[in-house]
């Protein structure tokens, strides 16, 4: 994504100053009628949250909440709501990958709801996991509330492996990670071309699904920004490790190859049902927890495990990362606090109960979290994988930009095959100059 540039944010902020100066204060909060709700999920998460709207609204006939479906073109695209608050058309709730909130707090796109928070729960803050808090907070106030989180591993087709000479047992969590190179050496001999030499089943493909830079990047050991000095550090040699090793990956595939393939099995917009491990066409990748309540209801006779993401040496600790989403109060709702009162409990205890249980997410409500009655055998491997979890750097003004940045550096690296440190030393100088803006 290329828009999101500092003159754009600060653009946008001008723009929101001027539109509503002054603010408003509670008193000029309009009472009743609907709460607006825009929502970005699909498919079963869509599903889930339709339940968690009706089931507020069951209980609260005064103000009802009404959700609408609005699907970004990225992660990081925000281009529906940033386009609607401009024109004072946005919603009253908005469902925003948390990562992100910070930067759209600092461009001046979301509510501040301290106050409103303060009136509801005073003691909410204390509610939630750590690390999500932070990631709606900007400048000593709260611009949202966390709802889900999420862990990340390696799942694999027991099938495949075995059809390929690979015993599964390999992969165990039993016996831990495995290696970087363990892992080529099983998905090499799972991959298959066709007589016109295209790939019909592959092993692995590093970029797939949650397979971004910054798995890699944190798997590798590195570290993308240094917050105390207010550095983009995407430079960090053991970053510039894990690209490496992602291009020499695609290097040995075929760049162009593996494009194709991807762009045969998994096109945009694709069904779930249609996910290339759903249909057997990829025996490994890196996914999340949520992949549990997908696979049970589009593939539920697939054979298939999950394990620690591979390591670069034996004896390394796997880790993984967690993220998630929030909800907000974009800038201009006249309900402010009706909306509010709607997020505390679809980011509360209830709401995140059904939502951890019905979509296999992780919840961030730390009562929901440490009750291990709200998850599965299954779930119970990714809620452990949270102990050794790191996540994207939290208080960034600029982390829509360096998402954008490390994703264009990947392609740049491994379907171009450019050198990793100068793709990383380009993005981070855009970045840093993006960020200096900020200071």
């Known amino acids: 994504m290329k828009r999101s540039i500092v003159f754009v944010s600060l653009l946008f902020v001008l723009c929101v100053s001027m539109v509503f100066a002054g603010g408003r204060s509670q008193s000029q909060q309009t009472a009743g009628g609907k709460v607006v709700f825009w ?61 992100f909130a910070t930067q759209r707090a600092g461009d001046g796109a979301l509510e501040d709801i301290t106050s ?89 493909i590093p970029t797939y699904s949650q397979g971004w830079l910054f798995t890699w990047g944190f798997i590798y050991g590195g570290s993308f920004v240094d917050i105390n000095a207010n550095k983009i550090t995407a430079t960090d040699p053991k970053i510039v490790s894990a690209l490496t090793w992602m291009k020499d990956w695609f290097r040995d595939m075929g760049p162009m190859d593996v494009q194709n393939f991807l762009s045969t099995y998994e096109p945009p917009n694709n069904p779930p049902q249609q996910s290339p ?58 309900r402010i606090e009706a909306a509010v009162r709607f997020m505390t409990y679809a980011c509360g205890a209830e709401g995140q109960k059904r939502y951890t249980v019905e979509t296999t997410h992780l919840p961030t409500y730390r009562t929901i979290m440490e009750d291990s009655g709200n998850f599965d055998t299954g779930h119970q491997f990714f809620r452990t994988l949270m102990n050794n979890a790191t996540s994207l750097p939290s208080q960034v003004p600029v982390n829509v930009q360096l998402w954008d940045a490390m994703a264009q550096a990947q392609y740049e690296a491994t379907i ?21 803006q900020y200071r």
């Open 277 to 334: 491990f759903y249909l057997e066409k990829i025996a490994m990748f890196i996914g999340g927890d949520w992949e549990l309540a997908s696979l049970a209801e589009y593939a539920p006779n697939l054979d298939y495990g999950y394990t620690y993401i591979p390591v670069p040496n034996r004896g390394d600790k796997s880790t993984t990362w967690a993220a998630g989403f929030s909800m907000v109060v974009p800038t201009g709702s006249k």
């Open 39 to 99: 929502d970005t999920m699909t498919g079963l998460q869509g599903e889930c949250i339709q339940r968690i709207v009706d089931a507020y609204n069951a209980t609260n006939p005064a103000v009802q909440v009404e959700r609408t479906v609005v699907v970004p073109s990225s992660t990081s695209d925000s281009s529906q709501l940033l386009t609607a608050v401009r024109s004072g058309t946005g919603p009253d709730v908005y469902y925003m990958n948390r990562p």
């Open 116 to 204: 409103y928070l303060a009136k509801i729960d005073p003691n909410i803050a204390g509610k939630y996991m750590d690390f999500a808090w932070k990631e709606v907070q900007y400048k000593g106030k709260t611009y949202g509330l966390p709802f889900d989180t999420d862990s990340r591993a390696l799942f694999y087709n027991k099938t495949l492996l075995r059809e390929a000479g690979v015993d599964p047992a390999i992969l165990d969590p039993a016996n831990g990670p495995i290696t970087l190179a363990q892992l080529k050496e099983i998905a090499f001999k799972v991959n298959q071309k066709d007589a016109q030499g295209r790939y019909t089943r592959v092993g692995f």
């Open 416 to 436: 171009e095959q450019k050198d990793p440190l100068t793709v990383l030393r380009e993005a981070e100088n855009k970045v840093q100059a993006d960020y200096n």
